[in-house]
């Protein structure tokens, strides 16, 4: 492991592989990334894999749609070996109550103004996208054709394969115990290999991005819940989009594969708790018979646990911070940080280079100098 | 065996995979059970791993010289045996057992 670096990232899941490469890319190749255990062990491998632009907030908005263009062309761009599973299938939203259907007419009409074509749905015309949806309850839906999924492992693996090409150091199974600072600028990272002195420090951490945060010192308001998921055996092809419910708090697809995975927003206090329960179980499979009735046939093989690193206005922190010099944070993205990690990687290189790019307002807006002003961009759709 | 039913042998029965696309990305750096049940699907199919989980453990040993002792060793995950969504929907709780509402 290297001694000197002029980039640490801390984190292996598909933000920090995702800001190496973009680095790299750009010419910065003395970045090293350190991981506790495999690629993709943490948030990144446990979450749910949508990539979806149908949100209620500008900034996520701009974000997801820049960031599925880049899904789109990513074995080439990447030159992967494998296949990053990236289908655009869509994203069915239901909608329950005349509060949420409200929501949606807003939602729609500003995703409209930002160039997403998603569309507002009778229940029967919602029905016809996913004919084994119950639209008994149902009252409207939103529909986005260019939405879909992509494999969260073969993803990350796709950046952190490029990146090493062009140059960056990925150690795993490498434990971060500390940062180090002179004054208000970083200097380095201990690790349980030994240390590393870099003029600049990433905090990809992550479920464990407040964990890292305070190690430098530095104030995040920030926390983590725990997210259950389950997939069932795989079966023919029967469902092409996403289909998902801020009134049941869930969202269910079928993979590539065949299997469908899904999971559910339950009421948990705060914790690094990652072990699963019998009572997501149950809830669950109640909610999701009622909605995709036919699903009760299916057997479940696997259910697991990853975690939501919660930001306050549920919109991540991009960039540096006053408080600290040389330390970067691309934090707290509150369940989406797999389809947006794309567009971070590109903003958070061009931010630590100084390069220009299109979409930098961004950056300034999602800073985390937000809190401390009351500029907060609360986001209304979230499961 | 010829070279190519060496390589054709299906290891992860579930999800079709040979010996030889093991080998393929153990020789690519994957060379954990955690990380190679990940990308290649191995182990993740109905059977989760019961029928196949020791011979991949095999094949990393003899690919890697690691012997089995010190390999990384993936969690089992609930529930035991597939069992349908009607099934747990189905199922009646007690009023104290039941999960807490939203």
New interface residues.
Partial sequence: MKNKAEVVIIGGGVIGCSIAYHLAANGMKDVVVLEKEYLASGATGRCGAGVRQQWGTEMNCRLSSGSARDFENMNEELEYEGDIEFIQGGYLLVAYTEHQVEQFRKNVALQNSLGIKSKFLTPLEAQEIVPHLNIDPLLAATFHDKDGHANPFHVTQAYANAARRLGVQINTYTTVLGIKREGDKVTGVITDRGEISAPIVVNAAGGYADVVAKMAGVNVPTYSERHQILVTEPVEAMQGPMVMSFHHNTYCQQTPHGSFLMGLGENVEPSHEIRGSWQFLKEMSDKITEMLPPLRHLRIVRQWAGLYHMSPDKTPILGGTEELQGFQMAVGFSGHGFMIAPMTGRLMAANILGLDHKDKDILATLNIERFAKGELFVEPSVV | MSNKEYDNTIICRCEDITRGELHRWIDQGVT?L??LK??S?AT???C?GRTCRQLILQEIAARTGVPISEAIIPSY???LR?????A??D?K?DEEEK??E?
């Fill in positions: 954990n955690e990380e990940r990308l699907r993740m199919g109905p989760q995950r609930q529930p597939g069992v349908t969504l009607g747990i929907a199922m709780l999960p807490h939203k």
